[in-house]
């Protein structure tokens, strides 16, 4: 119930995720256990704990995590007009498409998608296109997908028009454009 809470507050992040999911899995070993202390038999505990594992961690997987999460704050942004500009750039290349799909501003999409937040924010001189770090050594089906939407987005034409959003003030900026 906090973990709700605290998400509706503040939004998601692939950490809150995982926590949430970490707690469903718990609940389950806790039931698992007072069903066995109820039939006296405890042998198929550890088997039905670690396929429950399993499962829940196939499920992750499946589910994209990266782009759950930025979907889930980008709707919170439509309701609210909050929204962690630098976190939603720092998640991963399996996020870029849902970003670039999203009904976001233009000039925020732009930002998210082709500035790195943490290269700009300790120096904005030498902000880097998060398109242009990668080694094609390590090109994988995320990756290619997210230079494909990155694509479809155009770049800012100078990166310190997304200093505003980055620095959290994400209302204030989308106002002022």
Known sequence: WRMHLYQQAYGFTSLRLFVDGFELWLGLIVIGVLVSLRSLSTRWLGRAAVLSAATLLIGLAVMNPDAWVARHNIDRFEASGQLDAAYLASLSDDAVPTIAE??????????????????YLASPADAVDPAERDDWLELNLGRHRALEARAQVTPPSEPATCEAFFDGDIRNASRSR
Request: proline fraction near 11%; hydrophobic fraction near 35%.
């Open 102 to 119: 999203s009904s976001l501003p233009e000039d925020l999409k732009a930002c998210v998608l082709h500035v790195d937040p943490y290269t």
